[in-house]
C-alpha cells in the first residue's frame, strides 16, 4: 500500500488551520483483502465472485485544526473525506464510494 498526500497549514496565531490532499494506492492481495470475494465466500452470501487487481484504491480531502488552550492544553480536530476508486469502488462489497470521519482530540502534555 502506498499513500501519498500534501498538506498546507495556515498558522493562526498559536492555533493551526491545515488542508490535506491523498491517495491511496494498492496491490492486489490488499485489495482482495478488503474488498474481494472469493468462491467459498460467494457460496456463502451470494455475491458474485470479485477479485480486484491493484491500482488506486481511493482519494481524500482533509481540514485539520488546533488550537491551544495553554501551555499544556490543547484541543485537535480533523474531517476526513475518503472517496474509492478503481475496483475497490466496484467490489460487490462496496455499499457507499464515500466515507466521512470527524475526530476530536484534548492533547495534555506533561
Do not use: C
Not at 474481494?36 to 485544526?65: C, F, H, I, N, Q
Amino acid at each position: 500500500m502506498l499513500e501519498l498526500g500534501i498538506t498546507s497549514g495556515l498558522p493562526v496565531g498559536d492555533d493551526l488551520i491545515a488542508v490535506t490532499l491523498a491517495a491511496t494506492a494498492a496491490n492486489g492481495a490488499h485489495l482482495r483483502s478488503s474488498y474481494g470475494v472469493g468462491p467459498g465466500e460467494s457460496l456463502a452470501s451470494g455475491l458474485p465472485e470479485w477479485r480486484p487487481r491493484a491500482g488506486m484504491m481511493d482519494w481524500s480531502v482533509a481540514l485539520s485544526g488546533e488550537h491551544k488552550f495553554s501551555e499544556r492544553w490543547s484541543v485537535s480536530g480533523q474531517w476526513l473525506n475518503a472517496r474509492l476508486v478503481g475496483d475497490a469502488a466496484r467490489s460487490p462489497l462496496t455499499n457507499s464510494k464515500s466515507q466521512q470521519t470527524f475526530s476530536l482530540s484534548l492533547w495534555h502534555r506533561f
